[in-house]
């Protein structure tokens, strides 16, 4: 099964179980659409995007759980990055683990082969 995945602050998570829909971030909604990473591109987003912060989530969500308005787009390095455009059903998310800073600053990271 193919997966995306979101990094959230629990926060954003929390408020998203709550009220069962995520918008998406400051930055998804500044952009209009919510920032995915795959799992070959995720570590690099934590480093360039979430450098040093605590409290953060790692979502996987199964591209199939999707039902539309996820695109594939290039960023300026011409990666293809998921897009998606409309809101996230936090219950399409099949986990949710947290991404702990380790002492060297880098976020530990879950198998994501699974």
Not at 98 to 110: N, S, T, Y
């Amino acid at each position: 099964m193919a997966f995306i995945y979101k990094i959230v602050t629990a926060e954003q998570w929390r408020i998203a179980e709550r009220d069962g829909v995520f918008a998406g971030a400051p930055v998804d909604l500044a952009d209009g659409y919510i920032h995915f990473s795959t799992a070959e591109q995720v570590r690099e987003t934590a480093a360039k995007h979430f450098a040093g912060q605590n409290d953060l989530l790692l979502a996987a969500i199964p591209v199939a759980a999707i039902p539309d308005g996820l695109k594939w787009e290039p960023s300026r390095g011409g990666a293809l990055f998921p897009h998606l455009y409309g809101t996230l059903d936090p219950k399409w998310a099949a986990w949710v683990k947290p991404l702990l800073l380790c002492v060297d600053g880098k976020h530990a990271f879950p198998d994501l082969s699974a």
